[in-house]
């Protein structure tokens, strides 16, 4: 198949009626149910770290059921909070982490944690995808979030060359214009995990096979 040049406006538009009927990504989600400030996302994020949306989901809303703010969540003890998050992927290391989080943003913020990535990222557990989604969902801020989604899906298009999702992240900033810095993330994780998935990708009913390269496919549905 001849391939048209990859123009980004188009497969973000054709691939937004194309992810409708599937889940939404666990932050977002939890941002539309009103779990929307800085604190609520970071905690969030850190529960999700090697961790499926649909467990991040319903630990996230438990955990917040019973703390919501970072004076609420210093009021709980380790074992308590550990057993709230235990679905979770090393969640002895989270409950920690999110303590510690608590404690800080209570002491040294008045309890408001700030939309500033240097801060976001001087939290043990914090690292850049965590940062960027926090700021951009939370905070309306124009970060890069790149995930395993995001960088398999965007190598696959033959959009940006790059080894590892750090690079990717910095590929993008380059080329990816700004007004889809946030939205590369709300779209391209339900896509990467329903459609173009890490094996046998749906290509035959992708929205945007005339101008996916396919880097790296070999088999297909």
Not at 1 to 6: I, S, Y
Not at 9 to 26: G, H, N, Q, S
Not at 47 to 59: A, C, K
Not at 64 to 84: I, K, Q, V
Request: proline share 6%; charged share 25%; net charge neutral.
């Amino acid at each position: 198949m001849d391939k048209r040049p990859f123009d980004i406006d188009l497969a973000f538009e054709r691939i937004e009626p194309a992810i409708r009927p599937w889940p939404k990504a666990a932050l977002f989600q939890l941002a539309e149910e009103g779990f929307a400030s800085a604190f609520e996302q970071l905690v969030a994020c850190i529960i999700s770290i090697r961790t499926y949306d649909e467990v991040t989901l319903p630990v996230s809303r438990a955990l917040f059921a019973r703390a919501r703010t970072p004076a609420a969540m210093n009021e709980l003890h380790y074992e308590e909070l550990d057993g709230l998050i235990s679905a979770s992927t090393f969640h002895e290391r989270k409950a920690s982490q999110i303590l510690a989080i608590a404690r800080r943003v209570a002491e040294e913020f008045q309890g408001n944690l700030p939309c500033d990535r240097e801060v976001l990222l001087s939290f043990a557990g914090v690292g850049p995808k965590c940062a960027n989604l926090v700021l951009g969902i939370a905070c309306g801020e124009p970060f890069i979030s790149v995930d395993v989604h995001v960088h398999r899906v965007t190598q696959r298009w033959g959009y940006v060359h790059a080894s590892t999702p750090e690079k990717t992240l910095v590929a993008l900033e380059a080329q990816l214009p700004r007004r889809y810095w946030i939205e590369i993330n709300r779209l391209l994780v339900p896509f990467g995990k329903h459609i173009c998935t890490g094996n046998l990708p749906h290509c035959s009913t992708c929205p945007v096979l005339d101008m996916c390269r396919q880097v790296g496919v070999e088999a297909h549905r």
